[in-house]
């Protein structure tokens, strides 16, 4: 599974290298980025969620790939399938996801990422529907949700239980897709 890659026009989703530690770093520590995200993260956090990824990958055969773009190497974020959080209206389902570094933003990276990654979901998995969850003042992961074709399920919304009860990015709203006919 180490060796999983998913290629698109543009971009290559793959299993995650030592090498992305400091690219993924560097995304994870810009405010811009993290602005809907939770707290910068120091390069041991991001270390650690690349080896959750992977132990995900070796288990399911899918997790948040790193991004890749083929023209140049650049490692551009993350995007892909996993297993949807526990204590989640996800848990037990399907989770699509992303984060690109603010530089990759506007370019149309996020959505060929996820469409490949629905598109791998619905040829692999069988499972019926893909899930996505963000905050609601997060209105660029909203509008690609609704790009891809995806619902809103306001009968889901929640408050996150990773997140601490004054944290304004605690409520977070739900969306999905319908495999294709």
């Known amino acids: 599974m180490a060796d999983f890659a998913l290629p698109t026009e543009r971009l290559m ?11 993924l770093h560097a995304i994870c520590t810009d405010p811009a980025v993290m602005t809907y995200l939770g707290p910068l ?10 080896t959750r990824q ?9 997790c948040f790939w790193a991004i890749e773009r083929r023209a140049d190497g650049a490692m551009l974020g993350f995007c892909g399938i996993k297993p949807g959080p526990a204590g989640t209206p996800l848990d037990g389902r399907l989770e699509i996801g992303w984060r690109l570094g603010a530089g990759a933003w506007g370019q149309g990276y996020a959505r060929e990422a996820a ?23 997060n209105e660029r992961s909203r509008g690609l949700m609704t790009r891809l074709g995806m619902a809103r399920h306001a009968d889901l919304d929640f408050d996150h239980p990773a997140l601490p009860a004054d944290s304004p990015l605690r409520p977070h709203i739900v969306y999905s897709i319908a495999r294709p006919a």
């Open 115 to 137: 469409q490949a990654s629905l598109d791998w979901a619905f040829a692999n998995l069988a499972d019926p529907r893909v899930w996505a969850m963000t905050v609601l003042a």
């Open 13 to 23: 989703l793959r299993g995650w290298r030592e090498a992305d530690i400091a690219p």
């Open 41 to 50: 993260q120091t390069r041991d956090e991001v270390a650690g969620s690349i």
């Open 54 to 62: 992977n132990d995900v990958l070796a288990r399911h055969g899918h």
